[in-house]
């Protein structure tokens, strides 16, 4: 009985060494990877002034469960999400099957919150409005957000580096 239990134990130590490494290495094109991109990254989370853990709950919310990246990065000729775009705008890959009025052609540039006051973003997010009280564009989802997840959201996009370039 020992020594099947020592094999599992040996056996999980290499799963969970291997797989610390595989989420620790940088790619080279990754945000973050180039020097640029962490002095961005980190004047960006000095002006923001949230927490790690509102950040982090922002990041889940973004990626998870909005499912942002989807409309809002580009796509490589694969149609893969390009990590080095990320969040960055990208033009809309989605159609509908009937014409639908007022359809975007571009997801703005999330990354850095580049576009948005705070208060414009917590109206998009909480009313489901434009920034300017607008109805949004489809195929941007409405949302009706409690205020702190709007923050959340915020918060890590703002932690983000800006794209300098357009897509």
């Known amino acids: ?50 927490t790690n853990p509102e950040i982090e709950r922002g990041r889940y919310l973004v990626e998870e469960v909005a499912k942002c990246p989807e409309c809002h990065t580009p796509r490589n000729e694969r149609g893969e ?11 809309i890959w989605i159609r509908p099957v009937a014409p639908i009025p007022n359809w975007a052609d571009h997801a703005p540039s999330l990354a850095g919150w580049p576009s948005f006051t705070e208060e414009q973003g917590e109206r998009i997010l909480e009313k489901g409005t434009g920034p300017e ?35």
């Open 1 to 50: 009985m020992e020594k099947p239990f020592g094999v599992l134990v040996i056996v999980m130590a290499m799963f969970i060494t291997i797989g610390a490494l595989s989420t620790s290495s940088m790619k080279p094109g990754e945000p973050g990877s180039s020097h640029e991109s962490v002095v961005q990254a980190a004047s960006n989370r000095a002006e923001n002034k949230a």
């Open 81 to 91: 999400l390009r990590q080095d775009a990320w969040l960055a705008g990208a033009p």
């Open 133 to 167: 009280g607008e109805e949004l564009r489809p195929p941007m989802h409405i949302y009706h957000m409690k205020p702190e997840d709007a923050k959340a959201i915020i918060a890590y996009l703002k932690s983000l580096p800006r794209s300098s370039q357009t897509y």
